[in-house]
Nanobody, 125 residues
């Protein structure tokens, strides 16, 4: 049985940083392409960042390029999202996702079979 546990969200002021974590248990973590999505009230689910199973490719939404960094630690079965220079428009519920051996990143949520429960990030101005 696959278990996914997210952590790291919170309330911060604009310009501050947060690091989100997402631990996957019960799957061959190193074989999975991983992604972060976010949902804000009234908006569709948005792809934020992705890292392929090999770690050779990463993508970012234009809105977070240069501020966010995705990484993975296969020894810890954990995905990270380092978020710097946070803005009020980054306020959302952030969700991690995984899919086995996708050769390329996808920004389409239905491409991913495993999801975290979501962690709230709130950025005040």
């Amino acid at each position: 049985q696959v278990q996914v546990v997210e952590s790291g969200g919170g309330l911060v002021q604009a310009g501050e940083s947060l690091r989100l974590s997402c631990r996957f248990d019960g799957l061959s973590f190193a074989d999975y392409t991983l992604a972060w999505f976010r949902e804000a009230p009234g908006n569709d689910r948005e792809a934020v960042s992705c890292i392929t199973w090999s770690g050779s490719d990463t993508i970012y939404a234009d809105s977070v390029k240069g501020r966010f960094a995705i990484s993975r630690d296969n020894a810890k079965n954990t995905l990270y999202l380092q978020m710097n220079s946070l803005k009020p428009e980054d306020t959302a519920t952030y969700l991690c996702a995984a899919e086995e051996t996708m050769p390329e990143c996808s920004d389409v949520s239905v491409s991913y079979g495993y999801w975290g429960q979501g962690t709230q990030v709130t950025v005040s101005s």
